[in-house]
């Protein structure tokens, strides 16, 4: 791959980072600029995936969370007919003893 020449600016502080990195590394300032660069990417695709990765978990805690409110409303409706249930029993009970014992 052909390379190519680019012109940036920077400040006064940054240039010196570079200048020290380039000494202390022994590599080209452009080679330091091109890791840099690819760093960056990659960290930028790793944040990427890590955002749709949340994303999937938020879907699927999304869906349990609909499941998890099913649930209870069904345990609801479950426990309102055992009441319902309940009450009926004891409404023929107090028949059938009314019955039995001639009570009124």
Known sequence: MTKKQINIR?????????????????????DI??????????????????????????EQLQMMLSATK???SEKDRVIQTKDDLINELRH??????????GIR
Not at 49 to 57: A, D, S, T, V
Not at 92 to 97: I, L, Q, V, Y
């Open 70 to 72: 099913a649930l209870i």
């Open 10 to 30: 920077v400040d006064d502080e940054l240039l010196m980072k570079l200048d020290q990195l380039a000494k202390k590394t022994g590599k080209s300032k452009t």
């Open 33 to 58: 600029i091109a890791q840099a660069i690819n760093d960056f990417d990659a960290d930028n695709k790793k944040t990427h995936q890590q955002i749709e990765l949340l994303n999937k978990q938020n």
């Open 92 to 101: 023929k009970k107090r028949g059938f003893f009314a019955k039995l014992f």
